[in-house]
């Protein structure tokens, strides 16, 4: 750890191109397509370091691009730091915002350097040294690159100030080594809907894909006055898009398991709506796991079963059953840890709907299940962490949140049915691929 008072700007630290065997997940993409209806975006990048078992995460995320009028538009870049830190720049100018449409890279401009005109400002992932010339405040991302600086500057986005340090830079280069589905063997295949196949239509809101479920990071990040180095920090990334978060959910993820490397595991239990309508909504769940063999195991609702209980915080367990594999994943933290983090919301934008932090306890086992139900006596995998990330958000949440996957029909069906949403993304020319694909 170095401590610095300045953000520094070191000769480029390079593009490393991913690694063969990765191949980036469907919805990669932007998936705004152009219309002034309620829409978000949102994406989540988490580092990890192994020497301290500090991480950050990059939130970047934008709504109501097409409307003008909307009360709730803007651009927000949230970061999640060092001892459970936070800080925040919200602008409710979504122009100086781009995506691409159908490719892992997005960006914005809160501010140009000096004398630079906001017209010269790329619109693309530029260099190290062309964002920093032309770029004072704002950020870049893709598969294998981030940048940024910026300040707090919350006004717009609901709720009180909550920065805890008044600057934030950071670059650094990406390997991503599995994103979400099978590479046993290290064969390339094409990477996996999370949700299913029907996240391609507006039947749930809002849609989720796990863009990369472990990488390793290089280069540095500057947190207030503490200059943090990025030398094979673990890497985990995601996303989210829609009409705003679910009502109610919990998350664990883990891919710093002690002495387990390539291991990975994303858990979640959320109230999701269904096909627009207020009111109509559903519980849903999934466990997904990431073996070091590069195997992956998926238990969701619609192959088995999940459940899962959980406090206001401080405790998280989830248990899923199917494809002859059962896995628990159980979690604690102190009740002084974690933050409240800002979420797109369906009526309030931008705004205080969940609380995170990076010191989570978590153990991991799975087990294997044979054709009468029976589980193996020893685990495949027993696996513990104490740098998981947990997450509660939406509510409210008065008491202890227990619930049993129940995934409607025939949504239930229809998403067993064998679409490959990768391989169909892979083959379609680009001007029939839809936003986001």
């Not at 999640?80 to 960006?107: K, V």
């Not at 590069?294 to 406090?311: I, N, Q, Y």
């Not at 494809?323 to 979690?331: L, P």
């Not at 010191?359 to 009468?372: E, I, K, T």
Request: net charge neutral.
């Amino acid at each position: 750890m170095l401590h610095e008072l300045s953000r520094r700007k070191d000769q480029p630290l390079g593009h490393r191109p991913a690694a063969a065997s990765w191949v980036p997940p469907p919805h990669s993409g932007y998936h705004f397509d152009g219309s002034n209806r309620r829409f978000f975006e949102g994406w989540y990048w988490k580092v990890t370091l192994p020497d301290n078992g500090q991480s950050f995460a990059l939130i970047y995320s934008v709504e109501d691009p097409g409307n003008s009028g909307s009360g709730v538009r803007g651009v927000g870049a949230q970061v999640m730091g060092a001892d459970d830190g936070y800080i925040c720049q919200f602008s409710r100018d979504t122009s100086h915002f781009w995506g691409a449409r159908n490719g892992l890279e997005l960006g914005a401009c809160f501010k140009p350097a000096p004398a630079v005109q906001r017209q010269a400002v790329p619109r693309r992932v530029a260099s190290q040294a062309e964002f920093d010339a032309s770029v004072e405040l704002g950020f870049q991302a893709s598969a294998t690159w981030q940048q940024g600086a910026i300040i707090a500057s919350e006004a717009g986005a609901a709720g009180a100030p909550m920065s805890t340090v008044q600057n934030c830079s950071w670059a650094f280069k990406i390997n991503p080594l599995t994103g979400w589905g099978d590479a046993a063997g290290g064969a390339v295949k094409s990477g996996k809907a999370t949700a299913g196949w029907l996240s391609v239509l507006s039947v749930f809101e809002p849609h989720w894909q796990v863009l990369m479920s472990h990488g390793t990071a290089d280069g540095w990040v500057q947190w207030g006055d503490t200059r943090y180095e990025l030398k094979g920090a673990q890497a985990y990334a995601e996303k989210n898009w829609g009409g705003g978060f679910p009502s109610k959910w919990i998350w664990v993820q883990c891919n710093t398991f002690d002495g387990m490397p390539g291991l990975s595991v994303t858990a979640v239990g959320a109230r999701r709506g269904l096909l627009g309508v207020p009111g109509l909504e559903e519980d849903v769940g999934m466990i997904g796991v990431h073996l070091p063999s590069g195997r992956f195991l998926e238990l969701t609702p619609w192959t088995g079963e999940v459940d899962w209980s959980a406090d206001e915080w401080g405790r998280w367990q989830l248990r899923a059953r199917g494809q002859g594999h059962e896995a628990v994943v159980e979690a604690t933290c102190a009740p002084t840890a974690g933050t409240v983090l800002r979420a797109p919301t369906a009526t309030s934008g931008l705004a205080p709907h969940c609380k995170d932090t990076f010191f989570g306890s978590c153990r991991l086992r799975v087990w294997q299940v044979d054709s009468a139900g029976r589980r193996s006596a020893s685990p495949l995998v027993d696996a513990t962490s104490t740098t998981a990330a947990l997450e509660v958000g939406g509510g409210p949440w008065w008491t202890a949140w227990s619930a049993r996957a129940d995934m409607k029909e025939p949504f239930r069906s229809l998403v067993q049915l064998p679409i490959d949403v990768g391989a169909i993304a892979q083959a379609a020319p680009q001007p029939l691929k839809p936003p986001g694909l």
